[in-house]
């Protein structure tokens, strides 16, 4: 397994990128950005990428994208996906962390019915901040989540002085 990140402008990844986006929009409903929006978004914001083949090890099989993320200048996660064959493995979390190193207030939209992406979220310290109606183009509402490292810190710090005299 490979970790590449790709800045802004760099676009080597967005068209594997898209096609692992459009299959588990396929199969799943989820991530259905159109590619006007999806492209102009990546090209315009950092890229966190894994990716596994291409070497002995996987018997020079092609490199294929196997987890992506896509976070804005403010910490915004903007897209989320692992294939659905490299789920569980921890793929996930090593995406979001990689976020995480940029930025210490990470915030993201879940599809209020996406039950397996809150849950996700909140296993990883993400808290849902607000409920937004019809966030969807599809009418569908949202989970509006943030996880803020700052606050972890402070609360950390707290626990230390509490036991100060
Ligand atoms: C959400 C998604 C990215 C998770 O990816 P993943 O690689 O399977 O997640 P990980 O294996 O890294 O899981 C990280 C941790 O979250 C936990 N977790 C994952 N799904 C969970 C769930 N539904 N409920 C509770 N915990 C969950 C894992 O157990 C793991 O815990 P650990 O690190 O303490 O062992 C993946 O399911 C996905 O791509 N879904 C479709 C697209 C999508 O919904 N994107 C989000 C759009 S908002």
């Not at 259905?32 to 596994?52: D, G, R």
């Not at 291409?54 to 294939?83: A, Q, S």
Request: glycine share 10%; proline share 1%.
């Amino acid at each position: 397994m490979r970790y590449d990140r790709s800045p802004r402008k760099d676009t080597s990844y967005l068209d594997e990128v898209w096609k692992l986006k459009q299959r588990i929009r396929r199969e799943e409903g989820y991530l259905c950005q159109t590619w006007e929006f999806f492209s102009s978004s990546y090209e315009n914001n950092t890229a966190h990428v894994l990716l596994e083949g291409g070497d002995e090890e996987t018997n020079g099989e092609e490199e294929k994208v196997v987890g992506f993320c896509v976070v804005r200048g403010d910490g915004y996660i903007l897209f989320l996906g692992v294939d659905s064959d490299y789920r569980g493995e921890g793929l996930g979390r090593v995406l979001v962390e990689k976020a995480g190193e940029d930025y210490k207030v990470l915030t993201c939209h879940a599809r209020a019915s996406n039950d397996n992406a809150v849950e996700f979220y909140k296993h990883l310290g993400f808290e849902v901040d607000r409920y937004v109606d019809s966030y969807y183009q599809n009418g569908e509402d949202a989970k509006y989540m943030s996880r803020d490292d700052r606050e972890s810190l402070r609360s950390r710090i707290s626990d230390v002085l509490k036991g100060e005299d």
